[in-house]
Structures are given as structure tokens and as C-alpha cells.
């Protein structure tokens, strides 16, 4: 795989304030220049590669979890199939999920195309993942550690592609999302880079130790970057935990960006509360419609911002191509 894809936001990583961008003008750059090839190299020839495939036969799925508790949760979903459909590549751009309507089964079974890519929008080859869903598709058979993400069913070709969480273009994303909270809000002025600790917030389960693979190693890669005074993978059912940021932190700036596809219960209420707000606060807020976090806030003498999920960025759009790519080019 392209390890450039992992710098692909030139324009947004040139438009960065000075303020916070001057402390680290080396590594600042090289990251910039190499996201300006991808950038070129993605519009118009970045489609090449899928559009030379002709995928018009092709039904494009976006699987997401889903949830029967949080109504928004599907919202990232919508999102980006909105996007890819406006480009025309594929016969049709379908909407699925694990847990709520219209659910993945029901979805693939109202399907004619000759061939299916079903991409998964999560952060890690985890219990759902690469366990779960394959298996209850039919890909992979109980007890069974490897399998075929090609599957024939009758006269149709469904492909389960790998998560979108496990490319290496979510580095990008990760720097992205840490860069401009603290840009967008300074207070009064953003700090300097080797002035901030970067936690990426992820789930973490003990039911698979794949889990916190992606997460633990963007943070590696980040850290390899030499951007902030410190990279951490933090989590809310695994060791570290989110609440021990505080005492892992080598500044009194964090940031701490959550590595979560979609918005729902672990990033609106329990990473705010975990980091330090009353639970009865950020639900008052939700329930105003303000953000669960307002930042930076000051929390055991540390100075706090909270980002937005990845999920919701644009360039996942751009990943989730990738992914596509991926599985044509994966031998059988």
C-alpha cells in the first residue's frame, strides 16, 4: 500500500496558521509537500484507478454498526454515500448497517448487480468486523481465522473489502482533525505543536486484540512525525484509559482526538465525561444542541481540546475509494 496516502491533505495543512505551524517548520513541510503530490495525483487521475475498472455494473455498499439507541449514528453513513453517488462511478450507492434499518442482509439481498463491494466503516479489524459480520455473510465459517473476502453467490461477486479505520490514509485525517480544534479555537492563541500532547481516543474490547491495533499503531505513526511533545493511544475499555491522559501528558496542553466513525453514546457522553466533565453537564449540552465539550476547558491542571470524530471528514470519502481498489487488486 501507498504510505503517501497517509498525507493527503495539502491544502487544508498549508492554510494552517502561522502560530502553529512556525515551531515546527521542517517536519511541517515535508509533511506538506508530500500531501501536495497525493492531492494532485487524487483529482482527476486519483479515480483513474476505479473508473478504468468500469464499475458500472457494480453496486457500491457502505456497512456501517449502527445503533437502535442514538438516532445520528447513521449520519456519517449518509454522508459519504451522498458524495460517492453524486460521482456516478458505480451502478448504485447503498446505505446498510449491523444493528438498525435498512440492515445489511435485507440490503445485499435487494441487489441485482453482477458484482457487490461491501466496505465497512470501521476504525478496526475487530470482533464486528472481521468476525461477526464476514462470518454471518457467509465469507468466513466458524472457528475459522483466515478468509476469503471474495465470495461467489450465484451469479454474483461480493467483496468484503478491508475497514476503512486500517488505511494508512487516516493519518491525514487523525492530524487534520488535532490541528484545526486547536486552530479554530486558541484562547487566546493556538499553542506551539511541542507544546501539546496528542491523544487519539479509541474503544479498545477485550474480545479482539485487533481492536486497538489500528488505533495503537496511527499513534506510532504519528509519533515517528516528531510533530507534538507526545503521541498516546488512549481507550475506553482497554488500558491506558482515556481518564489516565491526564497523568501520561508530558505538557499541560492536550489534544485528544477521537478515532471513531461515527458520532453516539463513547463520543458525545463518556469520553467528555471520562476527561473530566460531570455527566449531568454534557448532557445538558446535548440537549441544548451545543457540543459536549467546549474548548479548551481545564481539567486537573491540564488545558483540554476535544476534536471532532474522523468518520465525518471528507476524505474518508476519498479512503473508502481506496478500499474499493484494494479489493480488485487483491489476488483471490
Given at each position: ?18 502560530s ?7 517536519n ?14 487524487k ?19 457502505l456497512?456501517?454498526h ?10 456519517v ?122 491523544f ?28 507534538y ?9 482497554e ?8 497523568y501520561?501528558a ?48 481545564e ?34
Amino acid at each position: 500500500m501507498d504510505v503517501s496516502n497517509k498525507l493527503a491533505l495539502a491544502k487544508d495543512v498549508e492554510s494552517a496558521a502561522p502560530s502553529f505551524t512556525a515551531e515546527f517548520p521542517e517536519n511541517w513541510l515535508r509533511f506538506s509537500n508530500s500531501a501536495r503530490n497525493l492531492r494532485f495525483r487524487k483529482s482527476p487521475s486519483y479515480h483513474s484507478s476505479v473508473i478504468q475498472n468500469d464499475f458500472s455494473d457494480v453496486a457500491l455498499v457502505l456497512l456501517s454498526h449502527g445503533s437502535t439507541v442514538i438516532d445520528t449514528s447513521g449520519d456519517v453513513v449518509y454522508q459519504h454515500a451522498r458524495e460517492l453517488r453524486s460521482r456516478q462511478l458505480f451502478a448504485e450507492v447503498r446505505e446498510a448497517f449491523w444493528k438498525q434499518e435498512p440492515k445489511i442482509k435485507n440490503v445485499l439481498s435487494s441487489l441485482s448487480a453482477n458484482r457487490i463491494f461491501i466496505v465497512p466503516l470501521f476504525i478496526s479489524e475487530g470482533y464486528f468486523s472481521d468476525e461477526v459480520i464476514p462470518r454471518e455473510l457467509g465469507f468466513k465459517m466458524e472457528g475459522e481465522e483466515d478468509f476469503s473476502r471474495k465470495l461467489q453467490r450465484g451469479s454474483q461477486t461480493l467483496f468484503y473489502c478491508q475497514p476503512v479505520g486500517t488505511h494508512d490514509g487516516m493519518t491525514a485525517v487523525l492530524l487534520e482533525r488535532a490541528r484545526e480544534v486547536v486552530e479554530k479555537n486558541p484562547f487566546p492563541r493556538a499553542p506551539k505543536a511541542k507544546d501539546l500532547t496528542l491523544f487519539i481516543a479509541g474503544h479498545g474490547t477485550e474480545q479482539n486484540e485487533n481492536s486497538r491495533a489500528s488505533i495503537q499503531h496511527q499513534a506510532d505513526l504519528i509519533r515517528t512525525q516528531n510533530l507534538y511533545a507526545g503521541v498516546h493511544a488512549v481507550f475506553l475499555e482497554e488500558s491506558p484509559k482515556v481518564s489516565e491522559c491526564f497523568y501520561i501528558a508530558e505538557t499541560r496542553h492536550i489534544v485528544v482526538v477521537p478515532f471513531f466513525i461515527s458520532e453516539g453514546m463513547h463520543t458525545q457522553e463518556d469520553i467528555p465525561v471520562m476527561l473530566g466533565d460531570s455527566k449531568r453537564i454534557v448532557q445538558q449540552r446535548l440537549g441544548m444542541r451545543q457540543p459536549p465539550w467546549r474548548n479548551p476547558t481545564e481539567r486537573s491542571g491540564k488545558l483540554i481540546w476535544y476534536s471532532s470524530i474522523v468518520g465525518t471528514h471528507p476524505q474518508i470519502a476519498e479512503i473508502i475509494l481506496e478500499r474499493v481498489k484494494d479489493a480488485v487488486e487483491e489476488p483471490n
